[in-house]
Nanobody, 124 residues
Framework: QLQLVESGGGLVQPGGSLRLSCKAS????????MGWFRQAPGKEREFVAA????????YVADSVKGRFTISKDNAKNTVYLQMNSLKPEDTAVYYC?????????????????WGQGTQVTVSS
């Protein structure tokens, strides 16, 4: 069955870096749009970054632009989120998601499959 497993979260000081990984199984990455979302306590789940189907395009939220980069390794069937210059406001549970259809990559409601999430805490 289709499965997404995130890893790489943890505690980091402000200004530090982390790389999140999302290992996909049961499907081929190129056939799906892949997204990263995050959810802080008491807040709605928000878009962070996405790769279009076939990875022809990348999308990044304004709040993380210039600091976060999304990429993938087809050989490993894994999507990555490189996070640099982390800030306390980046603290959240980060989720990987996949959707079959093309089009809007920003709305979490359009994604069919989700990982379990990985906690990222930015604090001194």
């Amino acid at each position: 069955q289709l499965q997404l497993v995130e890893s790489g979260g943890g505690l980091v000081q402000p200004g530090g870096s982390l790389r999140l990984s999302c290992k996909a199984s049961g499907f081929t990455l190129d056939n799906y749009a892949m997204g990263w979302f995050r959810q802080a306590p008491g807040k709605e789940r928000e878009f962070v970054a996405a790769l279009s189907r076939g990875a022809g395009s990348t999308y990044v939220a304004d709040s993380v632009k210039g600091r976060f980069t999304i990429s993938k390794d087809n050989a490993k069937n894994t999507v990555y989120l490189q996070m640099n210059s982390l800030k306390p406001e980046d603290t959240a549970v980060y989720y990987c998601a996949a959707k079959k259809l093309s089009g809007n990559v920003y709305s979490p409601a359009l994604y069919h499959y989700w990982g379990q999430g990985t906690q990222v805490t930015v604090s001194s």
